[in-house]
């Protein structure tokens, strides 16, 4: 038997390697943020507003009609946030008290806490040390 020379040993990680070097750490969480957006997007088809959605969505809409924070059942509001009602009424005030409405305001309201998860984590935390706990992500 003869050896041959000319044989080079494989490297080792391949497409591993090439994988690790496209999903940086900044990328993979972009991606990550762009599929929720997409799948908070797609509950405008698949959802309806009900238990504390619909509670809130009541809020709203009497804050416009009413001008007060009343509900159907009469229960006492002063124990609930009301902020998100407020914001809900800005939407029906301009565009009516309709379910697709209530549903773009959430999706909007959904995405822009996305947006802040984002910019608050980036802030708190060194991503490059991160990725290294993580398992090498860079």
Known sequence: MTENNNLQPLKSGGVHEDLKD????????I????????????TYWTDVPRFDGAFYATLGYNLVRYHDFLTLGGIN???FSLTYPVYLAIFYHFWGFTIPVTKIASIIMSIAVLGVVYLTTRDLFD???ISKEIGGIR
Request: no cysteine; aromatic share 20%; proline share 0%.
């Open 22 to 29: 496209y999903f940086t750490f900044d990328r993979t969480l």
């Open 31 to 42: 991606m990550l943020i762009i599929f929720g957006i997409l799948l908070r997007i797609a």
């Open 77 to 79: 509001t002063y124990g």
């Open 127 to 129: 991503h490059q040390n």
